[in-house]
Nanobody, 126 residues
Framework: QVQLVESGGGLLQAGGSLRLSCVASGRTINSYTVGWFRQAPGKEREFVAA??????????YYADSVKGRFTISRANAKNTVYLQMNSLKPEDTAVYYCAAVIATTTKKFEQEYDYWGQGTQVTVSS
């Protein structure tokens, strides 16, 4: 079993940047695909980005809405996955969750993930 804890959320103005962290404990995440999802008020949770690691090859996948602005990365030695968010927009306001599953490919559907963190709030003002 792996536990996930997100951090790094906050309140900022449009155009700013934030880096979210997802720290895993209980197991090393080398064999896990990790994804970021978000849920805005009144909306369903949606996929943001995912990263997998297999045979020393890292693969990433992004939602179209964040492509070119967000970057997902992982530091296996720190058991941590990051989400660097640049050029933030008010529509990026949401609770951001990280999730993990034992896999070697990226996953974009939340039902594909087994473990979830509690989330961190990101609020972007106009």
């Amino acid at each position: 079993q792996v536990q996930l804890v997100e951090s790094g959320g906050g309140l900022l103005q449009a155009g700013g940047s934030l880096r979210l962290s997802c720290v895993a404990s209980g197991r090393t995440i080398n064999s896990y695909t990790v994804g970021w999802f978000r849920q805005a008020p009144g909306k369903e949770r949606e996929f943001v980005a995912a990263i997998s690691f297999s045979w020393n090859v890292i693969s990433t996948y992004y939602a179209d809405s964040v492509k070119g602005r967000f970057t997902i990365s992982r530091a296996n030695a720190k058991n941590t996955v990051y989400l660097q968010m640049n050029s933030l927009k008010p529509e990026d306001t949401a609770v951001y969750y990280c999730a993990a599953v034992i896999a070697t490919t990226t996953k974009k559907f939340e039902q594909e993930y087994d473990y979830w963190g509690q989330g961190t709030q990101v609020t972007v003002s106009s």
